[in-house]
């Protein structure tokens, strides 16, 4: 697409992985997209990236850990909300985050059903952040499992 393009993991494995991901995708990339992927943690933007993006980042996408690959010391709401706090020290004006979450398979789109915590006390917690819903979309991954694929604007703070 041409944009340049920063990504942040704190797991050398998902670096390296993203990394050949991003070559073999950029083969035949006549637009010589810039990007550059390094290890930082999600809650500390501000010392994980390089100066030089502070405040120019129009877009975020966050895909938290969940299941198996969640280890740390945040709690998922926390960690979701720490991240965005995070971000919005080094985005642009009108900035817009992607937050892709696990939730459980449903019919509706109405019924909501997170597989960590309540929808309500997420969007709770969203509002709190200074994150504003926009809109959300359900992708199907299998029987017991769906991602609901968010999209939120996020503004910078001081």
């Known amino acids: 697409m041409g944009r ?10 998902m670096i390296d992985g993203a990394k050949q991901n ?16 390094m290890i930082g943690d999600a809650c500390n933007l501000e010392d994980s990236i390089p100066k030089q993006w502070h405040g120019k980042i129009s877009g975020v996408v966050l895909d938290p850990p969940y299941g198996r ?11 979701i909300s720490n991240a965005i706090d995070s971000m919005t020290k ?5 900035a ?12 509706s789109d109405d019924d909501i059903q997170l597989l960590h915590g309540d929808w309500g006390e997420f969007v709770s917690m969203m509002n709190q952040s200074g994150a504003e819903i926009i809109n959300h979309w359900r ?3 299998h029987a017991s499992l769906a991602r609901l694929i968010l999209l939120a604007s ?5």
């Open 69 to 79: 690959n969640s280890h740390g010391t945040h709690e998922h709401f926390e960690l």
């Open 22 to 37: 991003v070559e073999w995708a950029l083969q035949n990339d006549s637009t010589k997209s810039k990007y550059q992927i």
């Open 96 to 107: 817009k985050l992607v937050l892709i979450i696990p939730i459980k398979p449903s019919e």
């Open 154 to 158: 996020i503004a910078p703070r001081d």
């Open 139 to 141: 992708e199907h991954v």
């Open 90 to 94: 080094v985005v642009s004006d009108k």
């Open 4 to 13: 340049n393009c920063i990504a942040v993991d704190m797991d050398k494995e």
